[in-house]
């Protein structure tokens, strides 16, 4: 199996780290900067030594280069990398265009999870990649053996690949936190009690059937519960319920639910949201 350095002790590289040693490829170093940095090394990376980047390169078949995403060209750049190994980063954002020029083969090896700061299960999480076609054995070797699956995106589609996780992802958390603010202000003890089977269904039964899973009351042509849920939301909560309320119009009036007459009212009631006055 191929000896793996890990460049960075962050959340997601020490949790990548961590699950390919236990998959049994072999980790011949590690660099950490930071306090916070060593300590996590320490804890999910316990056998593994604490080396210089230069170090771990040359040690190393595959260099792991797990640091923020403004980094990593200028870093990788610095490293002693040769023609016979490989340099991966775990940048959803970013292609290959970070590590053009460097001796190594490069790869984009990005896995969809969150990563909170601890040891992470990666098998059945799917990991996107970007990488000449040299690459593409080793790659699907070290997926393999985490127990991962595996997708190939084009290198110009990076940006938009990632832009859907975030929207996806980032975004829900912001809608949730959001929406948990005002079950609290209703008066509601426990919002995500409340909230948990609702949204466990309604993500379930989307991701499985696209927006033909929509519900509630746009999708049942309510304008004027629509109108009373704006009229008790404020500020940045408020804006936000109606710029996806007019993306959720378009969906259903997409799919026939809206009639024009409907989508045209909606559009009323949420364009006097946004300047405090019917349109003329």
Do not use: C, I, N
């Given at each position: 199996m191929e000896r793996i350095g890990l460049i960075g002790a962050g959340r997601a590289g020490t949790?990548?780290?961590a699950a390919l040693a236990a998959a049994g490829h072999p980790l011949v170093g590690v660099t950490a900067r930071s306090g916070a940095s060593r300590e996590r090394a320490a804890r999910l990376l316990p056998h593994v030594p604490v080396l210089s980047a230069d170090e771990v390169t040359t040690r190393a078949d595959v260099v792991l280069v797990a640091v923020p995403d403004d980094l990593i060209h200028d870093l990788a750049h610095t490293l002693p990398l040769t023609s016979a190994q490989y340099v991966v980063h775990l940048s959803g954002a970013h292609g290959l265009g970070p590590l053009a020029g460097l001796a190594a083969m490069p790869v984009a090896l990005h896995p969809s999870m969150t990563f909170p700061g601890g040891a992470v299960k990666l098998d059945?999480?799917?990991?996107?990649?970007?990488?000449?076609?040299?690459?593409?054995?080793?790659?699907?070797?070290?997926?393999?053996?985490?127990?991962?699956?595996?997708?190939?995106?084009?290198d110009e589609q990076r940006a938009r690949y990632h832009a859907g996780l975030s929207h996806g992802a980032n975004h829900l958390t912001t809608l949730l936190t959001q929406a948990v603010g005002i079950l609290r202000e209703a008066g509601v003890a426990d919002p995500a009690a409340t909230l948990r089977p609702l949204l466990a269904a309604t993500l379930d039964n989307t991701l499985r059937s696209g927006h033909h899973a929509l519900t509630g009351p746009i999708a049942r042509g309510d304008?004027?519960?629509?109108?009373?849920?704006?009229?008790?939301?404020?500020?940045?909560?408020?804006?936000?319920?109606?710029?996806?309320?007019?993306?959720?119009?378009?969906?259903?009036?997409?799919?026939?639910?809206?009639?024009?007459?409907?989508?045209?009212?909606?559009?009323e009631v949420l364009e006097r949201d946004r300047t405090g006055e019917a349109p003329r």
């Open positions: 949790a990548v780290g059945g999480v799917m990991f996107t990649a970007t990488a000449p076609d040299e690459a593409r054995p080793m790659v699907e070797r070290l997926v393999k053996a985490l127990g991962a699956q595996l997708q190939w995106v084009a304008v004027d519960t629509v109108a009373a849920h704006l009229s008790v939301l404020r500020d940045r909560t408020a804006s936000t319920y109606a710029e996806l309320a007019r993306a959720t119009v378009e969906l259903a009036a997409a799919d026939g639910r809206l009639d024009p007459d409907t989508v045209a009212r909606f559009d």
